[in-house]
């Protein structure tokens, strides 16, 4: 059972295609803030998240990389959620423009040969360690030098990761072992 390797394979040329604007509309700009390491993480810890649920609750297997995106719009959510003091009211129309993309992709995926499972483990899992892990902004400095600096910690990233691993893990293994998949 491989739960990493699905994201990263495609059904077409279009699904490639979908997923790669995806990345584009939403990478870029969180991966300015949680850099290039943590960027990775999240990616890989929402596309890990979506192949189990798609593991443990869809008969199909999981293929493309909308697991991991669903990831980066949870975080994404969380990001702004986290930091509307330094954003002030572009963060809560964002915010809202981040739950209307979701609903509205979940839909589109109640269409066939969509796996809205992995989708919302996706989602889940990019939630989650952007919650306990991804970047806290804080404006620091005197005026006309303010900067914004991210002030989590480099443990709670691990933390998160822990975390994230252990509970879709335990879930994966949980279901190999009740269900015998």
């Known amino acids: 059972m491989d739960l990493f390797t699905p994201m990263f394979l495609h059904g077409s040329i279009l699904h490639l295609g979908f997923n790669m604007y995806a990345l584009y509309i939403f990478g870029p700009g969180l991966e300015r803030y949680y850099r290039h ?3 990775l993480l999240l990616f890989l810890l929402g596309g890990f998240a979506g192949n189990v649920f798609s593991f443990m609750f869809s008969a199909s297997p999981s293929l493309g990389s909308s697991t991991a995106i669903f990831g980066l719009l949870g975080a994404e ?3 702004l959620y986290h930091n509307q003091k330094v954003f002030g ?5 964002a915010l809202t423009n981040i739950i209307i993309i979701a609903l509205v992709n979940f839909m589109i995926g109640l269409s066939p040969g969509i796996d809205n499972w992995g989708h919302m483990g996706g989602l889940i899992g990019g939630t989650i360690f952007a919650w306990l892990g ?3 902004l804080e404006v ?3 005026s006309p030098d303010l900067r914004v600096e991210d002030i989590r910690e480099t443990r709670d990233v691990i933390l998160a990761t822990v975390i994230d691993l252990s509970f879709f893990g335990f879930l994966a293994f949980g279901t190999i072992f ?3 998949n």
Do not use: E, Q, T
């Open 134 to 136: 991804g970047p806290l």
């Open 178 to 180: 009740l269900w015998g």
């Open 140 to 142: 620091r400095g005197i």
């Open 37 to 39: 390491g943590r960027f």
């Open 89 to 93: 009211g572009v963060a809560r129309r």
């Open 77 to 79: 959510g969380v990001f």
